[in-house]
């Protein structure tokens, strides 16, 4: 009976293991808006972190706790089998014998179909515009586990869709301005500004989860970022800016070296050692400029330590750095005591200096410092998460404003990645739109609102633009105030996604790629099939079409 009992664990650890990626997907969804897959591995070195992150809010307790209560009763329930099977199976060894063969059956029956594509895959369970009622008809345990072959069919083979020199072609049919190009064969090229150099400090601010639905009070309940919404208006601000990805890792690897990021690869990790883009803090120091990093986190947490080293930055300030009584939760220091170290470092350089802040507060489980100077207004949490780092960002700014170095110095403040609030679309592009502002009022004299598309990858060929710095842009940003850009790209996990004013293109390893033309879908064109007959555009309905409509109001919408 050893086997039948062998047999019997594994059955009930499988069956843990699936009932736990169940209960996960509850805590991955609620914040995602899309089913627990590979992606969620990405910080597993950061056990500690992660821990802190999951655990500091009381539901996600709750959830563990109703795991453990299944997991407990399924193994009691596996055990009383076990017991009784044992007792019974030289009688009636024919009635498990008839088990087994049903089990193919049962698989059947899970699938829904013997069709290729499952009830469960993505494609299929598409039928509303309703994103939570599209997602509850996919299984979480089939999702996470098929996400493993997404990632390792793009890592050991070469997906090229379209010939190579074609591909170059349009790239640079999509930067607007003539540029010397070092080689025919490549798209970088030569930047000669019109003018001298300039000395400004650059200070880049990619503020946590700081997206446009949070701003102007028109997708929130309340005013959740007053100062910011004023900033905006009285700066050079661009509304139809977009972030590379819905992780912190994709906007602050796009944001300092001009370079995109691939679906489901870790940017800091994976592939930012054989970085071809822009090492913006490596080019600032050799132009002179004291470079440093500054993030709440602990500065090991997704590589940022070793990321910031390797594209140029002299310093890098972290948790590490402060007194352990200010660390109170999972993201580190709050982001008013990060902005006060800054401003103490921007005091005492003798140099002209480039700084980025990576803020972290206005993150789950939303850890809001107790301090006399800031009162939580707000009945949720995330409410008084984005108030307060608001907040923090307008003290920073208006202690710098009686600084020596204030007029010299050109604050830019974007994003990480945006927030989903009150939205039921599809791609969420919540989670995407983000603001640009370039605040520097004695250098950019007027306030300019900006409607022209751009991205996070188009920072660093900006900030060279500000400054009058020759150079050779390896990346594929350009320089918001001299190019157009025609289009911008993200990630979504599993997914990229393209789009300009009037379309949208997706791309998803689950299914075959389509072409959006308008929010009424007159016109849809599949780009690529998986045969020579394309599946029905059935499977991607009206809710890319509601992702559409919702860009369109991100963009009329904003301050």
């Not at 596996?78 to 060894?93: D, E, T």
């Not at 972290?318 to 220091?333: D, H, K, L, R, Y």
């Not at 994003?415 to 609030?421: E, K, N």
């Not at 029905?536 to 992702?547: E, N, R, V, W, Y």
């Amino acid at each position: 009976m050893f086997y039948l009992r062998a047999g019997l664990i594994a059955v009930s650890f499988f069956y843990a293991l699936a009932f736990y990626l169940v209960m996960a997907d509850i805590v991955f969804y609620s914040h995602y808006k899309t089913h627990i897959s590979i992606s969620a591995l990405h910080w597993i070195d950061s056990p500690l972190f992660m821990i802190k992150m999951i655990f500091g809010e009381i539901k996600n307790i709750l959830y563990f706790l109703v795991y453990l209560l299944i997991a407990f009763v399924l193994f009691w329930i596996i055990k009383r089998m076990s017991n009784s099977y044992s007792n019974s199976f030289k009688q009636n060894h024919y009635r498990y014998i008839i088990l087994v063969l049903l089990i193919p059956f049962l698989i059947f029956g899970i699938r829904g179909r013997l069709a290729s594509k499952s009830t469960i895959n993505w494609g299929v369970a598409m039928f509303s515009t309703n994103q939570n009622l599209n997602m509850a008809a996919i299984n979480p345990v089939y999702y996470f586990v098929k996400s493993f072959g997404w990632n390792n069919a793009a890592k050991n083979k070469i997906i090229e869709s379209i010939p190579y020199p074609y591909a170059l072609q349009l790239v640079k049919n999509n930067i607007t301005t003539p540029f010397q190009y070092t080689n025919k064969n490549s798209i970088y090229r030569e930047v000669t500004p019109n003018g001298e150099e300039k000395k400004y400090n650059i200070v880049l601010v990619i503020s946590e989860s700081l997206g446009t639905s949070k701003m102007n009070a028109s997708h929130t309940l309340h005013a959740l970022t007053p100062f910011t919404d004023s900033l905006a208006l009285s700066s050079t601000y661009f509304s139809n800016f977009y972030a590379d990805g819905i992780h912190t890792f994709n906007g602050l690897y796009s944001s300092l070296t001009g370079m995109p990021s691939l679906p489901l690869e870790h940017s800091l990790k994976q592939y930012a050692t054989y970085l071809s883009g822009i090492k913006l803090p490596q080019l600032l120091n050799e132009k002179g400029y004291h470079t440093t990093f500054y993030s709440t986190h602990d500065k090991l947490f997704d590589n940022q330590y070793g990321f910031a080293k390797l594209i140029g930055f002299e310093k890098v300030i972290s948790q590490e750095n402060f007194p352990t009584s200010e660390v109170i939760g999972a993201t580190g220091v709050p982001d008013h005591a990060l902005f006060n170290k800054a401003i103490k470092d921007f005091d005492t350089t003798q140099k002209h200096f480039f700084a980025c802040i990576l803020t972290g507060t206005d993150h789950p489980p939303y850890d809001i410092p107790n301090i006399p100077n800031f009162i939580p207004a707000f009945s949720q949490p995330f409410e008084n998460a984005a108030n307060y780092a608001d907040w923090a960002l307008r003290n920073f700014i208006y202690q710098s404003q009686s600084k020596p170095w204030f007029d010299n110095t050109i604050f830019i403040i974007t994003g990480d990645h945006g927030s989903i609030i009150h939205t039921e679309s599809d791609m969420y592009l919540s989670k995407l739109s983000v603001p640009l502002i370039i605040y520097a009022p004695a250098i950019l004299k007027q306030s300019q609102p900006r409607t022209s598309l751009a991205g996070q990858i188009d920072i660093p060929p900006t900030i060279l633009g500000l400054l009058q710095i020759p150079y050779t842009n390896t990346s594929f940003g350009i320089d918001v105030f001299r190019e157009k850009r025609n289009f911008i790209s993200s990630t979504y996990d599993e997914t990229m996604l393209a789009f300009d004013t009037l379309n949208f293109y997706v791309y998803r390893k689950l299914d075959p790629a389509i072409f959006m033309k308008n929010k009424n879908m007159k016109y849809c064109k599949r780009l690529q099939c998986i045969s020579k007959t394309c599946l029905p555009l059935k499977l991607f309905p009206l809710c890319t079409a509601k992702a559409t409509d919702e860009l369109r109001n991100f963009r009329t919408n904003s301050p």
